[in-house]
């Protein structure tokens, strides 16, 4: 075969491939054309439910107004009264307290019930118990707190138990105590996240590999550092999870609180959300309520985005 005719041929073959090339641009712009008319509805409704929101309280926050009459500009002024404000700051305080409540404690008891549970509990007793312990993510959380506001009122449930065993000393109204009343709602946090965390715990753990656990007893591993080296170290995309949706909640409580205490006695139990709401509805100070809102969503993403971080970096790494 001639010098010249490979040549035409191999021209010949880059020709259909160029051919070929252009005749792709249009379909993969008409795939892309379709992914988007596909996640337009998804888009506008973020748009319209999100975004919009979240510009109008922006813009809210730069005026001082009461919802009715005419707004004045005051710029940052509405911001200075959040972070100089010291009833604002005992509010985003008790919010970084419940974090302890909402994420802190229902995380750590996740782990070790979840732990226990995929060693112990199995078969049909095991679906029963991952119900039971979700059933508290099925109920409304304004029945769960008017039902907790019962069972620690001074003739709940707790006080009656409490009395029954002779610590009839301790009892007290826990929810109208200035000094329980913010633990009393964590406690109620701790029940609502508790099987949330718990359940998909027990997802993950159900994914590593049982050669994993083979191996680690083989060397002689006992259950703690089978949890601490093989287990822990598995559930990290579970435990960000866990970690920020409960966070999130801490920090956006408002259903609990407004049924349990409605923010007392006094401001002991008051949170952002509520807060927002007061200042909105009840004070008129609408400028100032957004402030406040624009606030906590930034506070959001300071505590969310680094567990983000922290997870996403471990997967490279993986």
């Known amino acids: ?31 892309r054309l379709h992914g988007w ?29 009461d919802g009715v009459t005419a707004a004045r ?22 919010a970084f307290q419940l974090i302890i409540y909402f994420s802190l404690i229902p995380v750590t008891l996740g782990l070790i019930v979840a732990a226990v549970m995929r060693r112990v509990v199995v ?7 991952r ?18 506001n019962w069972v620690l009122s001074s003739n709940g449930a707790v006080n009656q138990i409490l009395s029954a065993i002779g610590l009839g000393g301790i009892t007290r109204a826990w929810l109208g105590d200035f000094t329980y009343a913010l633990p009393a709602v964590g406690v109620i946090g701790v029940w609502v996240l508790l099987g949330f965390c718990t359940v998909l715990l027990l997802v993950g753990m159900s994914k590593i590999d049982p050669v994993l656990y083979e191996a680690a007893q083989l ?12 287990t822990l170290p598995s559930l990290r995309q579970e435990i960000g999870v866990c970690v920020t949706v409960t ?28 807060e927002i709401y007061q200042l909105a509805f009840y004070n008129r100070e609408v400028g100032l309520a957004s402030a406040l809102a624009v606030v906590l969503m930034l506070l959001v993403l300071v505590c969310v985005l680094p567990i983000q971080w922290f997870v996403n970096r471990g997967d490279v790494r993986a």
């Open 131 to 148: 119900t039971v312990l979700f059933l508290p993510q099925v109920v409304p959380l304004v029945a769960a707190g008017i039902a907790w």
């Open 123 to 129: 078969g049909r007793l095991g679906t029963v118990a």
């Open 247 to 274: 966070v999130i909640a801490a920090l956006s409580a408002f259903d609990i609180v407004f049924i349990a205490t409605s923010g007392g006695p006094g401001d002991a139990t008051m949170v952002p959300g509520l």
């Open 73 to 94: 500009w005051v710029g940052l002024d509405n911001y200075r009264t959040v972070f100089s404000d010291s009833a604002l700051l005992s509010v985003l305080g008790h």
């Open 37 to 65: 008319l596909f996640l337009s509805p998804a888009l506008a409704a973020y748009g319209l439910f999100v975004l919009w929101p979240l510009i109008t309280s922006l813009r809210y926050s730069l005026y001082s107004w």
């Open 219 to 230: 060397d002689g591993a006992g259950p703690i550092k089978e949890f601490l080296n093989i």
């Open 1 to 31: 075969m001639s010098h010249t005719t490979m040549t035409s041929r191999r021209d010949h073959r880059a020709g259909r491939l160029a051919m070929g090339s252009r005749a792709l641009v249009p379909r993969a712009r008409a795939a």
